[in-house]
C-alpha cells in the first residue's frame, strides 16, 4: 500500500533536512526543484515547520511523500513561536492545552510565531488539517489521500474532527509532563498528573481501535489516508518521551508499521528524528527570559 | 429507511445540522436522543454509536459520528449551495481553517463556561467559586478576541461574503454561554452584528426553534438528569472544569 506518487526518499533531499536538536536548519529547498505550479522566478510555497511538533511532522511527511516542491521555513518552537507572542493574559493557557503548534488564525498572520504555517504567494493558511486540504487538493495528490467516495471521505473527516478533542487531548501532554515541565521549571515529574494523561490516551485509544480502525488495515480500509498520517504523528510524541503506547498494542504496532511503509520508512524516521532524540534538548541553552514566560503556565498544567 | 439523525439540540452540534438540514430541505427523521435523560449511554444506542456521542448520522448502513464530517457529508451528498462549502480553494481553506481551530478554542471554552456554570453547581450542589467564573469567562474571551481579530475581521463573514458552514458552526457554539446567562454579544457590536446576519442566512424561526432549549437551560434542576447519568456527569465534569 504505497502512499503517493513516488516517495522522496529520505536521506537524499537538498539542504533542509533538519537536523536534530542543536539548532536551527538553514531553511532551503526541498524537493525537485520548482516544478510545478509555483513555477519560474516567483515565489513558491512555503511552510514554516517545527518538527517537535505533531501536526508539523504530517504536513512535512504528507508534502515530501508527495513530491511536492516547499521551501522548509524552520520556526524553532522554543524561541521564535513563544517570546514572539505577546504575553496576552490567558493566550498562554492555550499553549498546555494543544501543545505548541497551536496557531494563528487567517488573513494578516505573524508566520514566524506559530506552527504549522503556509504561505502561498499571498495567501497564509494556519491549522494542519486545513494545510493538509488545501494541499491535497492544489497538487491533486492520489485519491486514497482523501478519497472522492463520499463515505470513505467522509470517514477520513470524522476521524480528523474527533482526533482535536481525544488523540491530541492527551498525548501532547505526555511530552510536556516528562520532559518541558521539568526543564521549564525545575520540579521534579509529576506522576499522578502523568498517571491521568496516560488514562486518558488510553480510553481514547480503545475508542480509535474499536471505532475507527477495526480490523481494516487502515483507517478508511485498504489504503492509507489523512486520517492515518495526523494519528500516527500524534502517537510518536508520547513513543519520543518514552510513553511507548504500541508496546502491548499489537494491533496498533501493525498498523503503525504499514503507515511507515506507506510514506516511507526513511522519510517517516526523518521526520520523526528530533522527537526520538527528545533528550537532547536538556542540552539546548534555555533562554532565562523564555522559562520565565512559561514557567507559571506550565505550573498551572500541574495542577 | 431514509436518514437519520439522532440529536439533542441541548447540544451545540447537534444544532449546526439541525440547522443545516432544515435549512436545505434535506429530509431526515429526527431520532432524539435525551442527553439529560442519559439516553446516550444506553445498550441501544452504543449500537448506532460506539463512541455514545450525539451528533449521529444513520444513512442505510452507514454511521457517521462528528458534526462536521456530518455536515460535509450532507453538503456533498445533497449538492447544498457552493457557499456552504466553497469549491474556490482558498475560500473553501478557511472554512477548514476555521473548523479545526475551533475545537479546542470556542468549542472548548464555550462549551467549558456552560458546564462550569450550568450543570458543575447542579450536580455537585455546591455554589460556583466565584474567581471558577471569572477564569472561564476570562478564557472564552480571549478566544473571542482572536475569532473577531483573525477569522470574522471586517467581513459579513467567515469566508467572505456569503454564510458558510464555519459561520454556523461557530454561532451555535457561542450560544452556549449564551443559555448559561453570559450575553457575549452585548458589548461586542461587531459580533452582533454577524449573529444577526447568520440568523437571517438560515432563517430566523428556525434559528430560534433550534435554540429553544439552550436558552432555557437556566432553568434546569437536578431532578431532571437521570440519576444512573448524575454520577457519571459529576465525575466528567469535576474532571473537565479542572483541565486547561
Not at chain 1, 97 to 119: D, I
Not at chain 2, 60 to 85: N, V
Not at chain 2, 160 to 178: K, N, R, T, Y
Not at chain 2, 207 to 212: C, D, I, N, S
Request: aromatic share 8%; proline share 6%.
Amino acid at each position: 500500500m504505497r502512499g503517493g506518487s513516488g516517495r522522496a526518499g529520505g536521506g537524499r533531499a537538498a539542504a533542509a533536512s533538519p537536523r536534530a536538536g542543536s539548532g536551527r536548519a538553514e531553511p532551503g529547498r526541498v524537493g525537485p526543484g520548482r516544478a510545478g505550479p509555483g513555477g519560474g522566478s516567483r515565489m513558491g510555497l512555503e511552510l514554516y515547520l517545527d518538527l517537535l511538533s505533531q501536526p508539523c511532522r504530517s504536513i512535512y511527511i504528507f508534502a515530501r511523500s508527495n513530491n511536492i516542491p516547499f521551501e522548509f521555513k524552520h520556526v524553532e518552537l522554543f524561541k521564535d513561536s513563544v517570546l514572539g507572542k505577546k504575553p496576552a493574559a490567558g493566550s498562554g493557557a492555550e499553549q498546555p492545552r494543544a501543545g505548541p503548534s497551536n496557531s494563528e488564525g487567517a488573513g494578516k498572520v505573524s508566520l514566524l510565531k506559530k506552527v504549522p504555517a503556509l504561505k502561498d504567494g499571498d495567501f497564509t493558511l494556519a491549522e494542519c488539517t486545513a494545510i493538509l486540504l488545501y494541499l491535497s487538493r492544489k497538487y491533486n495528490t492520489p485519491d486514497h489521500w482523501y478519497p472522492s467516495d463520499i463515505q470513505k471521505r467522509a470517514q477520513v473527516d470524522e476521524y480528523l474532527s474527533w482526533h482535536h478533542a481525544n488523540i491530541r487531548a492527551n498525548a501532547p501532554k505526555t511530552m510536556w509532563i516528562k520532559v518541558l515541565i521539568p526543564l521549564f521549571t525545575g520540579q521534579p515529574l509529576p506522576s499522578e498528573k502523568l498517571q491521568e494523561v496516560m488514562e486518558g490516551l488510553s480510553t481514547s485509544l480503545k475508542q480509535f481501535e474499536e471505532r475507527f480502525l477495526q480490523d481494516k488495515a487502515f483507517i478508511i480500509g485498504s489504503e492509507i489516508s489523512l486520517a492515518d498520517l495526523v494519528a500516527i504523528v500524534e502517537l510518536m510524541q508520547p513513543v519520543g518521551v518514552g510513553c511507548d503506547i504500541f508496546e502491548d498494542r499489537p494491533r496498533l504496532m501493525e498498523w503503525r508499521r504499514r503507515v511507515e511503509d506507506a510514506v516511507g520508512k526513511e522519510l517517516f524516521f526523518q521526520a520523526h528524528e528530533m522527537i526520538l532524540n527528545i533528550k537532547e534538548l536538556s542540552n539546548i541553552q534555555i533562554d532565562p527570559q523564555l522559562k520565565e514566560h512559561l514557567a507559571p503556565m506550565l505550573m498551572k498544567m500541574l495542577k | 429507511m431514509g436518514l437519520e439523525l439522532y440529536l439533542d439540540l441541548l447540544s451545540q452540534p447537534c444544532r449546526a445540522l439541525y440547522i443545516f438540514a432544515r435549512s436545505n430541505n434535506i429530509p431526515f427523521e429526527f431520532k432524539h436522543v435525551e442527553l439529560m435523560k442519559g439516553q446516550h449511554r444506553t445498550e441501544e444506542f452504543r449500537k448506532v454509536n460506539i463512541l455514545m456521542k450525539v451528533p449521529t448520522l444513520r444513512d442505510g448502513s452507514f454511521t457517521l459520528a462528528e458534526s462536521i464530517a456530518i455536515l460535509l457529508y450532507l453538503a456533498r451528498k445533497f449538492k447544498t449551495p457552493d457557499h456552504w462549502y466553497p469549491s474556490d480553494l482558498q475560500k473553501r481553506a478557511r472554512v477548514d481553517e476555521y473548523l479545526s481551530w475551533q475545537h479546542v478554542n470556542i468549542r472548548g471554552k464555550g462549551s467549558k463556561l456552560f458546564l462550569t456554570k450550568v450543570l458543575l453547581p447542579l450536580l455537585t450542589g455546591q455554589p460556583l467559586p466565584p474567581e471558577k467564573l471569572e477564569g472561564v469567562t476570562e478564557e472564552l474571551n480571549v478566544v473571542l478576541k482572536q475569532f473577531e481579530e483573525k477569522f470574522l475581521q471586517d467581513k459579513p463573514f467567515i469566508a467572505g461574503s456569503e454564510i458558510s458552514l464555519a459561520d454556523l458552526v461557530a454561532l451555535v457554539e457561542l450560544m452556549q454561554p449564551v443559555g448559561a446567562g453570559y450575553d457575549l454579544f452585548e458589548e461586542r457590536p461587531k459580533l452582533a452584528e454577524w449573529r444577526r446576519r447568520v440568523e437571517e442566512a438560515v432563517g430566523k424561526q428556525l434559528f430560534q426553534e433550534a435554540h429553544e432549549g439552550i436558552l432555557n437551560a437556566k432553568n434546569l434542576t437536578a431532578d431532571k438528569i437521570a440519576p444512573e447519568l448524575l454520577e457519571h456527569l459529576k465525575h466528567q465534569l469535576l474532571k473537565q472544569a479542572s483541565q486547561n
